[in-house]
C-alpha cells in the first residue's frame, strides 16, 4: 500500500503543476479587442472620407483597405477568442476530472468512510465534463446566432462542473474535519485547507434568455460583457483551483503520514 499511495500522490502532484499550463488566465482586454477594432475601423472610414474628400483623393483607397482590414482582424480574432475558451474548457475539465480521480483512489487508500461517495460524485462531475469540439463550433460561429448557443454552454457546463467540484470537496472536508477530532490533537489539518474550500465559489449561472434578449436590445454591445464574463468567470475559477489543489493533496498526504502509511 505504501508504494500505491506513493504512486496516487506523485500523480496527484504532477497534476496539480499540469493546471499551470492547462488552466489558462486570459487577460480581460482579450474581450474587448473586436469591439476596439471595430470601432477603429469606423473612425478611420469617418475621418479618412473626410480627409480624402476635403484635402487628399489619392488616400481614399488606402482608408478602405485599413477599414475592412481592420474588419477581418476583428472577426479572426472573435474566431481565435472563441476557440480558445472551448479549448481551456475542454483543458480543465479533463484535468480536473483526473485530478479528482486521484483524489477519489487516495481517499478509498486511506479507508476514508466517505470514499465511496465521494467515487459517486466523482460520476456525476464526469458526466457533466464531456469534450466540447472547439475546432468545429468555432467554424459554426460564423453562422449568425450560434455563437449565442457557444456562450450558453461554456456558463452552464462550467456552472455545473463546478457544482459537482464543490460537492467532491465538500465530501473531503467533512472527512478531514472528522480526522482532525479523532486524532485529539496530535495531527492536524492545514488551517488553510478548510478557508479554501468554504470559500470555492460555484461558477455564476447566468441568463442566456436575458442575455440574449439584451445583445438584441444594444445591437449587439452587450454581447461585450457577455463574452467579458465567459473569460473572467473561469479566470476566477482557475486562481481558486490554484490555491486549493495543492493544500488538498498536502493535507491527504498529512493523513496519510500521520496514519504510517507513507
Request: proline letters at 3%; a positive charge.
Amino acid at each position: 500500500m505504501p508504494s500505491s499511495l506513493s504512486q496516487l500522490f506523485s500523480k496527484a502532484y504532477e497534476l496539480v503543476k499540469v493546471s499551470e499550463k492547462h488552466d489558462r488566465v486570459l487577460p480581460i482586454i482579450f474581450a474587448f479587442v473586436p469591439l476596439i477594432a471595430v470601432f477603429s475601423s469606423y473612425m478611420i472610414l469617418f475621418v479618412g472620407f473626410y480627409v480624402a474628400f476635403v484635402f487628399n483623393p489619392d488616400i481614399f483607397v488606402g482608408v478602405v483597405v485599413a477599414f475592412f482590414a481592420l474588419i477581418l482582424f476583428s472577426v479572426a480574432f472573435s474566431l481565435y477568442i472563441t476557440y480558445v475558451l472551448i479549448r481551456r474548457r475542454n483543458e480543465h475539465f479533463r484535468r480536473s476530472v483526473e485530478f479528482f480521480s486521484a483524489v477519489s483512489e487516495i481517499s478509498s487508500a486511506l479507508g476514508f468512510k466517505r470514499s465511496a461517495s465521494i467515487r459517486e460524485r466523482l460520476r456525476d462531475l464526469a458526466s457533466v465534463s464531456g469534450f466540447r469540439r472547439a475546432v468545429l463550433n468555432t467554424v459554426l460561429s460564423i453562422i449568425p446566432f450560434y455563437s449565442i448557443y457557444i456562450y450558453h454552454f461554456l456558463n452552464r457546463d462550467f456552472h455545473k462542473h463546478s457544482e459537482k467540484e464543490l460537492l467532491i470537496l465538500r465530501e473531503l472536508l467533512d472527512e478531514l474535519r472528522e480526522y482532525a477530532v479523532s486524532s485529539q490533537g496530535q495531527h492536524t489539518i492545514p488551517h488553510q485547507l478548510f478557508h479554501e474550500i468554504d470559500t470555492f465559489g460555484v461558477v455564476e449561472k447566468r441568463s442566456t434568455a436575458l442575455y440574449t434578449v439584451a445583445t438584441i436590445f444594444t445591437f449587439g454591445i452587450f454581447a461585450i460583457y457577455w463574452l467579458y464574463t465567459l473569460v473572467n468567470d473561469p479566470n476566477k475559477h482557475f486562481e481558486k483551483h490554484k490555491a486549493v489543489d495543492k493544500v488538498v493533496v498536502q493535507s491527504l498526504e498529512a493523513v496519510a503520514r500521520g496514519r504510517g502509511l507513507l
